[in-house]
T-cell receptor, first 114, second 117 residues
Framework: AQSVAQPEDQVNVAEGNPLTVKCTYS??????LFWYVQYPNRGLQFLLK??????LVKGSYGFEAEFNKSQTSFHLKKPSALVSDSALYFC????????????FGDGTTLTVKP | GAGVSQTPSNKVTEKGKYVELRCDPI?????LYWYRQSLGQGPEFLIY????????DSGLPNDRFFAVRPEGSVSTLKIQRTERGDSAVYLC???????????????FGEGSRLTVL
């Protein structure tokens, strides 16, 4: 079985400050890890992924995420938040050997205040 | 089209009725997925197609739910004898075949919001 935990329902940061949205996962094999963003009344959009290699991956809109195997974490980060980053963020995991099924966390609402 | 298209965007029906939700994936994507998202929760996996066949239907909650993809492109999610608990946003996603150089990110449609009265 595979699972994802996003321990924070809400994250609030001031514009210009760094942000972190937390994600931990459980999977039986090697993980593929993903972050998606959902803006109001829009579909989920892919942000970035970790497959293998460098533990720090970079994605769209200046976001990055760090894979930590020992802590089974994949936290999303951005050095300087923008008001336009305010949205709902989902972490997802897929077992490398399970071709189809991705499991999502329950999401974290990020609010960036001017 | 350029993205995943889902119709209808909104569907209101009465308890006990039959509903069909349609998904038109990105051209060339062989993998197609259905998820269900309830308020305050993340997407919940329902079924995954690779081509015309359902490779994993372990997420379908019961036998009232069925999905088809007869020609390997458009898919239809069918719900019989709808119940109030079926109310949710049904999301469709497509992707390249897993195991190719593109390793599994999903491209989502905007969803079909189903309300069962």
């Amino acid at each position: 079985a595979q699972s994802v935990a996003q321990p924070e329902d809400q994250v609030n940061v001031a514009e210009g400050n760094p942000l972190t949205v937390k994600c931990t996962y459980s999977v039986s094999g090697n993980p593929y890890l993903f972050w998606y963003v959902q803006y109001p009344n829009r579909g989920l959009q892919f942000l970035l992924k970790y497959i293998t290699g460098d533990n720090l991956v970079k994605g769209s809109y200046g976001f990055e995420a760090e894979f930590n195997k020992s802590q089974t974490s994949f936290h999303l980060k951005k050095p300087s938040a923008l008001v336009s980053d305010s949205a709902l963020y989902f972490c997802a995991v897929r077992d490398m050997l399970n071709a189809g099924k991705s499991t999502f966390g329950d999401g974290t609402t990020l609010t960036v205040k001017p | 089209g350029a993205g995943v298209s889902q119709t209808p965007s909104n569907k209101v029906t009465e308890k006990g009725k039959y509903v069909e939700l349609r998904c038109d994936p990105i051209s060339g994507h062989t993998a197609l997925y259905w998820y269900r998202q309830s308020l305050g929760q993340g997407p919940e996996f329902l079924i995954y197609f690779q081509g015309t066949g359902a490779a994993d239907d372990s997420g379908l909650p019961n036998d009232r739910f069925f999905a088809v993809r007869p020609e390997g492109s458009v898919s239809t999610l069918k719900i019989q004898r709808t119940e109030r608990g079926d109310s949710a946003v049904y999301l469709c996603a497509s992707g390249p075949r897993p195991g190719t150089s593109n390793t599994g990110e999903l491209f989502f449609g905007e969803g079909s919001r189903l309300t069962v009265l």
